[in-house]
């Protein structure tokens, strides 16, 4: 995951909001009224979402087989959902491949979630399945990012220390000596304990960006993630990646490849390469830093998946690279770039982008939330499981309809306010988009099947299929005609 101190800060001024999907291809759909949110985390390994909203709360929705929702259940959420005991007082957020961590207004950092290998670190007090969070052993304040793995956490301090905690099979947690030494509990970085800028955790290694402006990176080195030039040998320390000695602002790792954004805003990138996810327009992996192309310069931060990447450009546009088999590019498409292409809708007006292994969203600076790509466990929030080539906006917190005066013939008359048409009504029948095809609302997110509007998910004729959080046909359809 991507995460630069400053970027934070000013993240944390932005204001999105959540709408309803209109159409699986349709650009980008936003829902004008109150705003919700005011950052979105990332993750190159999870398959869920969270964000912070504008008042300092954390919602979450995706696959929860862990708890990394944090409502206080296991169920997968199509729709966000509250973190039980963040509801204020949080300023960012990250997600792995089964928790997830935030750091508070007090600069402190609590996780939920997946615990087998101590990666919420609180020294397993909660056990291996914590489904609200819990504070990490001596991280009650002092932090000013923190960054999720696929089984490991890290967390930046505002003294430019990093320390970590978790799963250390490829000795992802820096601490030296051999690998396997688990830790519940952070741990300094070894020959990081001061003068780190930024931050980032993949699934098996870890990245930092000193003050001189180099790489160093550690961890599982398979196919050249580490970027030393090497191949095959993992490092429990810290190492230079080649050729990165200054001129960098921001890191990003992905499963097993790391780009860099320069202080030119160019992207270099390195490791995996077998869908592209590059960017040099091949698909041979490479063991030190590359140019992508293209891109050479107006880059102002980066976002790393399993197999592909994104970049935001000055201009706030949003383009993409690599695997695209779930639509994670957000072009239009399922295949495969080794180029970038542009996301489709969001030409500009994008401040950041964030998601995970397979999926991707992006804020915008007018305060929306879009997401695309796979869709399987409800990660784009939608209300649906269904894959999205395009973007689309998550379900939220439903705004409030304005009303706006109607100019009168003279200046005598009283103007009659006027309801403008209801962006959540689509076909203006008086019932929200979202009772019609989405999840109720009272319920979290869940089916209701007593609910006579909740026609999403049904009993086929005669019962013979259950309500089961998925459309099958023909029965869900014959349901709603049956209505």
């Given at each position: 995951?991507?995460?630069?101190?400053?970027?934070?800060?000013?993240?944390?001024?932005?204001?999105?909001?959540?709408g309803?999907f209109?159409?699986?291809?349709?650009?980008?759909?936003?829902?004008?009224g109150?705003?919700?949110?005011?950052?979105v985390?990332?993750?190159?390994?999870?398959d869920?979402?969270?964000?912070v909203?504008?008042?300092?709360g954390?919602?979450?929705?995706?696959?929860?087989?862990?708890?990394?929702?944090?409502?206080?259940?296991?169920?997968?959420?199509?729709?966000?959902?509250?973190?039980?005991g963040?509801?204020?007082?949080?300023?960012?957020?990250?997600?792995?491949?089964g928790?997830?961590?935030?750091?508070?207004?007090?600069?402190?950092?609590?996780?939920?979630?997946?615990?087998?290998?101590?990666?919420?670190?609180?020294?397993?007090?909660?056990?291996?399945?914590?489904?609200?969070?819990?504070?990490?052993?001596?991280?009650?304040d002092?932090?000013a990012?923190?960054?999720t793995?696929?089984?490991?956490?890290?967390?930046?301090?505002?003294?430019?220390?990093?320390?970590?905690?978790?799963?250390?099979?490829h000795g992802q947690?820096?601490v030296?000596?051999?690998?396997g030494?688990?830790?519940?509990?952070?741990m300094?970085?070894?020959?990081?304990?001061?003068?780190?800028?930024?931050?980032?955790?993949g699934?098996?290694?870890?990245?930092?960006?000193?003050?001189?402006g180099?790489?160093?990176?550690?961890?599982?080195?398979?196919?050249?993630?580490l970027?030393?030039?090497?191949?095959?040998?993992?490092?429990?320390?810290?190492?230079?990646?080649?050729?990165?000695?200054?001129?960098?602002?921001e890191?990003?790792?992905?499963?097993?490849?790391?780009?860099?954004?320069?202080t030119a805003?160019?992207?270099?990138?390195?490791?995996?390469?077998?869908?592209?996810?590059?960017?040099?327009g091949t698909?041979?992996?490479h063991?030190?830093?590359g140019?992508?192309?293209?891109?050479?310069?107006?880059?102002?931060?980066?976002?790393?998946?399993?197999?592909?990447?994104?970049?935001?450009t000055?201009?706030?546009?949003?383009t993409?690279w690599?695997?695209?088999?779930y639509?994670?590019?957000g072009?239009?498409?399922?295949?495969?770039?080794p180029?970038?292409?542009?996301?489709?809708?969001?030409?500009?007006?994008?401040?950041a982008?964030g998601?995970?292994?397979t999926?991707?969203?992006?804020?915008?600076?007018?305060?929306?939330?879009?997401?695309?790509?796979?869709n399987?466990?409800?990660?784009?929030?939608?209300?649906?499981s269904?894959?999205?080539?395009?973007?689309?906006?998550?379900?939220?917190?439903?705004?409030?309809?304005?009303?706006?005066?109607?100019p009168?013939?003279?200046?005598?008359?009283?103007?009659?306010?006027t309801?403008?048409?209801?962006?959540?009504?689509?076909?203006g029948?008086?019932?929200?988009?979202?009772r019609?095809?989405?999840?109720?609302?009272?319920?979290?997110?869940?089916?209701?099947?007593?609910?006579?509007?909740?026609?999403?998910?049904?009993?086929?004729p005669?019962?013979?299929?259950?309500?089961?959080?998925?459309?099958?046909?023909p029965?869900?359809?014959?349901?709603?005609?049956?209505?």
């Amino acid at each position: 995951m991507i995460r630069r101190t400053a970027a934070l800060m000013g993240l944390a001024l932005a204001a999105i909001m959540v709408g309803t999907f209109i159409g699986p291809e349709g650009g980008p759909t936003e829902v004008s009224g109150a705003a919700v949110v005011a950052t979105v985390g990332a993750g190159s390994s999870s398959d869920h979402t969270c964000a912070v909203t504008a008042t300092g709360g954390v919602k979450c929705w995706g696959r929860n087989h862990f708890g990394q929702l944090g409502d206080g259940t296991t169920f997968d959420r199509l729709a966000p959902v509250d973190v039980k005991g963040l509801e204020t007082g949080v300023v960012s957020v990250s997600t792995g491949n089964g928790h997830s961590c935030a750091v508070t207004a007090a600069s402190g950092v609590k996780c939920w979630g997946r615990n087998n290998y101590g990666q919420l670190g609180d020294g397993l007090a909660c056990g291996y399945t914590c489904t609200t969070a819990v504070g990490v052993v001596g991280l009650s304040d002092g932090v000013a990012s923190v960054s999720t793995g696929y089984v490991h956490s890290c967390a930046l301090t505002t003294e430019g220390v990093v320390k970590c905690w978790g799963n250390n099979f490829h000795g992802q947690l820096g601490v030296g000596g051999a690998v396997g030494n688990h830790q519940t509990a952070p741990m300094d970085v070894f020959n990081l304990s001061s003068g780190v800028t930024a931050m980032a955790a993949g699934d098996w290694h870890t990245c930092a960006v000193t003050a001189t402006g180099g790489v160093r990176c550690w961890g599982e080195n398979l196919v050249g993630q580490l970027g030393d030039g090497g191949c095959c040998i993992d490092r429990t320390a810290p190492v230079n990646v080649s050729g990165l000695s200054s001129g960098i602002v921001e890191v990003a790792t992905g499963a097993v490849h790391t780009c860099a954004v320069t202080t030119a805003g160019g992207v270099k990138c390195w490791g995996r390469n077998t869908y592209g996810q590059l960017g040099d327009g091949t698909t041979t992996n490479h063991f030190t830093p590359g140019n992508v192309v293209g891109l050479n310069a107006g880059v102002v931060s980066v976002l790393m998946g399993n197999g592909h990447s994104c970049a935001v450009t000055a201009t706030g546009g949003v383009t993409c690279w690599g695997r695209n088999n779930y639509g994670q590019l957000g072009d239009g498409t399922t295949t495969n770039q080794p180029l970038p292409v542009d996301v489709k809708g969001l030409a500009s007006d994008v401040a950041a982008v964030g998601g995970g292994s397979t999926h991707t969203c992006a804020l915008t600076a007018a305060g929306y939330v879009n997401c695309w790509g796979r869709n399987s466990d409800g990660q784009l929030g939608d209300g649906t499981s269904m894959n999205r080539t395009a973007p689309v906006s998550p379900l939220g917190l439903k705004p409030t309809p304005t009303l706006t005066p109607t100019p009168t013939a003279t200046a005598t008359a009283t103007a009659t306010p006027t309801a403008t048409p209801d962006p959540t009504d689509t076909d203006g029948d008086g019932c929200s988009d979202e009772r019609e095809n989405g999840p109720d609302e009272k319920l979290g997110g869940q089916r209701d099947f007593l609910n006579e509007w909740d026609f999403y998910d049904v009993l086929g004729p005669g019962g013979v299929l259950p309500t089961d959080g998925f459309i099958d046909l023909p029965n869900d359809i014959l349901g709603v005609i049956q209505h």
